[in-house]
């Protein structure tokens, strides 16, 4: 499973920007059935980033998906007409695929991506503790939580994604994981897997 954002920064209106992002998603989804998330970033990006994320089986399927709006008629004039409400070469796309899920996600409001760079040598000791940080992470905090590595990117960049369900869930996440003495050791353990100066953290939110 490859999960897909793709990203831009507002150079315009806010709300204007907000609704075309909001009506795209739907445009797509009527034109490939495919369905796209929408997402504001809050922290961790720069301020009027906003995303659309969508889950694929494949490669095959996301360039078959791609080629659906290359030829939808109502997806090109409204992509077209938003290109003044975003700076100019500030869209990127980012496409990880999916190495273990821990817990049942559920409704989110709100989602945590985390990343960091695998050193080299340590690849296959950072996936394995990715995976374990997974899923005690979810054991600690009640949230679902997805492990990935980066596909056409950086050598040995992987992130995690968490789920919530709201803000509430947000702290109570926090209070759960700086409490549990488990959770510190296996961070410190897994201090030596990574790049140091390359993690790095972000909380966005739904708007659709």
Not at 101 to 128: L, N
Request: overall charge negative; hydrophobic content about 45%; proline content about 3%.
């Amino acid at each position: 499973m490859l999960i897909n954002v793709r990203s831009g920064q507002i150079d315009g209106s806010l709300p204007e920007a907000i609704g075309f992002a909001v009506g795209v998603a739907e445009t797509v989804k009527n034109a490939t059935g495919v369905e796209l998330g929408v997402w504001q970033s809050l922290y961790g990006r720069p301020l009027g980033t906003l995303a659309w994320s969508a889950t694929v089986e494949s490669i095959a399927e996301l360039v078959g998906v791609n080629q659906k709006l290359a030829e939808d008629a109502t997806y090109l004039e409204q992509s077209d007409a938003a290109r003044s409400l975003f700076i100019p070469g500030s869209f990127e796309d980012q496409l990880t695929q999916v190495v273990h899920t821990a817990g049942t996600p559920g409704t989110m409001a709100f989602v945590q991506a985390i990343s960091a760079v695998a050193a080299p040598g340590k690849q296959g000791d950072a996936m394995a503790w990715g995976v374990e940080m997974a899923d005690y992470a979810s054991g600690v905090t009640g949230n679902a939580v997805t492990f990935g590595a980066r596909q056409f990117a950086e050598a040995g960049q992987v992130g995690w994604i968490t789920g919530y369900a709201d803000a509430d869930a947000i702290d109570a996440s926090q209070a759960a994981q700086s409490s549990d003495a488990g959770y510190a050791e296996r961070l410190v353990a897994g201090a030596g897997l990574f790049i140091p100066g390359t993690a790095s953290s972000m909380l966005s939110q739904r708007l659709n």
